[in-house]
């Protein structure tokens, strides 16, 4: 089998064949954003959507206003317009209070976020709201503790007492005694940092399998025409996530262009970014 046809499938490029029909055509091509869903990594969650706290599953649909909070012991992470990924911490409760595409905005009760905003899908800026604090981002990766702000990649917006400060990359904002002060992440600080990271590298890895379950039949008829195996997928997707394959040479040599097909592209060039960080 020609490698090139094994890669395809696994980023995501999902081969029409001739005998489907115009109908089938327009479903394989077309790709909803997924508005919001909840990832658990560890532990328990639970969601109130208006009716009071119950027991969450992994991979449950989220909507506006719903909360969302970790148990003891617990971690998860909350997946908004496939574009911002919300880690939280054990005892961590959120609020989804703003879903639209020009600005996400989500209030942080009690607890640690980790907050990575990818503008993949074309969502202008993100908003973390704690009781005292507001940091805002247009693309970047960082942490929303209740007395800390800090900044893992590029910079954060934060606001407090009505005024703004700017934390560039590597610094904290720190609140004690009703004043904020910025500081140095420390070598603990960047720990956290990085073990978050690789957690965000999980939801991506997620988003992207969605991609590919939103075309089944036609995923499913590939892997049984060229017998590709969940191990061979597997693989193939580690070498891409490390950066082993061109990924614009790839869709350049695809036979179909499908909406699908450059958002798997993306969330691996993600991927690929965040693990270059981490090394």
């Known amino acids: 089998m020609a490698k090139n046809l094994i890669i395809y499938i696994i980023i995501g490029i999902i081969v029409i064949l001739l005998s489907i029909g115009g109908f089938a055509y327009v479903t394989a091509t077309g790709s909803p954003t997924t508005k919001a869903f909840l990832n658990i990594f560890k532990g328990q969650a ?11 599953t992994n991979g449950q649909n989220l909507a506006l206003n719903d909360h969302v909070k970790t148990l003891p012991e617990s971690e998860a992470a909350v997946v908004l317009q496939e574009s911002v ?13 703003d ?43 960082f942490g929303v503790k209740m007395n ?50 690789q957690k965000t590298i999980e939801s ?3 988003l992207r399998m969605k991609e590919v379950e939103k075309h089944p039949i036609l995923a499913q008829q590939m892997k049984s025409r060229y017998q590709i195996t969940d191990e ?8 891409a996530d490390k950066g082993e394959y061109d990924l614009n040479e790839i869709i350049q040599k695809s036979p179909v262009k499908i909406k699908s097909v450059y958002k798997i592209k993306e969330f691996t060039e993600k991927i690929i970014e965040i693990n270059k960080k981490l090394q």
């Open 99 to 141: 879903l639209s595409e020009k600005h996400i905005k989500v209030s942080q009760n009690t607890g640690t976020t980790w907050n990575k905003f990818t503008g993949l899908t074309g969502v202008e800026e993100l908003s973390i709201e704690t009781p005292t604090t507001v940091a805002t981002v247009r693309g970047t990766f």
């Open 85 to 97: 990924i919300i880690n939280l911490e054990p005892e961590t409760e959120v609020y989804i209070k």
């Open 46 to 56: 639970q969601v109130d959507q208006g009716n009071g706290y119950a027991p969450a």
């Open 232 to 239: 061979m997928i597997k693989e193939q997707l580690d070498k």
């Open 204 to 206: 991506l890895k997620i």
């Open 148 to 197: 800390e702000i800090l900044a893992g990649e590029s910079n954060v917006e934060v606001a407090y007492q009505g005024e703004k400060y700017n934390l560039k990359e590597g610094q904290k904002a720190v609140i004690k005694d009703g004043k904020l002060t910025t500081e140095d992440l420390t070598a603990e600080d960047w720990a956290e940092v990085k073990a978050q990271m």
